[in-house]
Structure formats: structure tokens, C-alpha cells
């Protein structure tokens, strides 16, 4: 299961700590990071993970209003979600 966190210019991106120290060893906070420059980490967006063919199961700890509007903005209603 992995978090749904928020990048700098407010894009939802799929990563498993707040920060990047465990999984890249940079001291930095994925929330200060933009969508491109994490990209470049190969931490993918949200919109990414959806277009995989399986069920995702999203933890939703942080902004979990932010998270189900971007889902229904994205249409993505329509895709086997388990939010958590």
C-alpha cells in the first residue's frame, strides 16, 4: 500500500514516506519536491498508478478531500479503488 501525497505545484503522487530519506536517501520532504522533479526519482503520479491494469488501494492520511476530488475530476470513479 503506498500513500497518495501532494508534490509542491499540488500534483498527487504515489510514494510510501513523506519524506525521501528511507527509499532515496535525500533528506527532503516529497511535498517540496515538484511532480517533474520526483518524476526524475521515478516516483510516480497518480495518474500514472491508474493506468495500470490492477485494483489500487490508496491510503489516504493526508488530504483525503484533495485526493477524492482529483479522483473525480480525473474521472477516475470508474477504476477498482480501495481508499483507505
Do not use: Y
Amino acid at each position: 500500500m503506498r500513500r497518495a501525497l501532494f508534490a509542491r505545484d499540488n500534483v498527487p503522487v504515489v510514494v510510501h514516506d513523506s519524506t525521501l530519506r528511507r527509499t532515496h536517501d535525500l533528506g527532503k520532504r516529497v511535498s517540496r519536491l515538484t511532480e517533474k522533479e520526483l518524476n526524475l526519482l521515478e516516483v510516480p503520479s497518480l495518474s500514472e498508478v491508474l493506468k495500470l491494469p490492477c485494483q489500487i488501494i490508496i491510503d489516504m492520511k493526508e488530504r483525503p478531500a484533495d485526493v477524492i476530488r482529483w479522483l473525480q475530476q480525473k474521472n477516475a470513479s470508474k477504476r477498482r479503488l480501495i481508499l483507505v
